[in-house]
């Protein structure tokens, strides 16, 4: 299995330029999300989902668009780059069991780094 | 979800047994306690997870009180690869995907 896989690994982009982050996983999760991480903090939740088709905002969505059309897929738009969104951005996913015995464990794909100028 | 509270830095020496204590005094029935490890430049790295009393596995133990307003990780017999920043989360498995990370300890291992 890879795991979680992220591309592309490093991006630049201008002011107002619109981009894709890609997230793909071979697990089976019903579980991914999409994190912001800026330096020298600890992450936080953009948007996530769980499951195909059902997604739902975490603590930063704005500027920021997710789809879930497949279980492995879990795309990051950003819509206008702007210079404050320059981050490492960390996919995600995890899956549960349920009951008192649940495990919610993360898995994380390596991140994206982004810069915007 | 529990809001938890952690010291932002911590040092230690190689060998040393490191106690990192997290705060988490709105914990719900349901939740759980998880511990994620992240090296520079990596995405974080599940450590262990409790509900109550005491967890071990091969990489640390986790100690949690009765009240559960509390959790400690421990790592035994540190070395300059735990050199890292620590995450405690708290939170139930439907809310697996929407953890609150918080800041993390950054601990320091030195020679």
């Known amino acids: 299995n890879a795991g979680v896989t992220q591309t592309p690994k490093f991006q630049v982009l201008k002011t107002g330029q619109s981009m894709t982050l890609q997230c793909a996983q071979d697990?089976?999760?019903?579980?991914m999300s999409w994190y912001r991480q800026d330096p020298g903090m600890g992450l936080r939740l953009i948007h996530y989902?769980?499951?195909?088709?059902?997604?739902d905002q975490g603590e930063v969505p704005n500027g920021y668009n997710v789809s879930r059309s497949t279980t492995e897929d879990f795309p990051l738009r950003l819509l206008s780059a702007a210079p404050s969104q320059t981050s490492v951005y960390f996919c995600?996913?995890?899956?549960?069991?349920?009951?008192?015995?649940?495990?919610?464990?993360?898995?994380f794909g390596p991140g994206t780094r982004l810069t915007v100028l | 979800l529990a809001k938890t509270t952690q010291p932002i830095s911590m040092d230690s020496y190689e060998g040393q047994e490191v106690n990192i204590t997290c705060s988490h005094n709105n914990i719900a029935t349901n939740d759980y306690i998880t511990w994620y490890q992240q090296f520079p430049s990596q995405g974080p790295r599940f450590i262990i997870q409790?509900?109550?009393t005491k967890v071990t596995n091969e990489v640390a133990s986790l100690f949690i009180p009765a009240d559960r307003k509390s959790s400690t990780l421990s790592l035994p017999r540190v070395s300059l690869s735990d050199t890292a920043v620590y995450y405690c989360?708290?939170?139930?498995?439907?809310?697996?995907?929407?953890?609150?990370f918080g800041d993390g300890t950054t601990l320091t291992v030195k020679p």
């Open positions: 995600a996913s995890s899956y549960s069991k349920p009951g008192l015995t649940s495990y919610n464990e993360q898995f």
């Open positions: 409790g509900y109550k």
């Open positions: 697990m089976n999760h019903e579980y």
């Open positions: 989360l708290v939170g139930y498995n439907t809310n697996a995907g929407k953890s609150t």
């Open positions: 989902s769980v499951g195909a088709g059902i997604t």
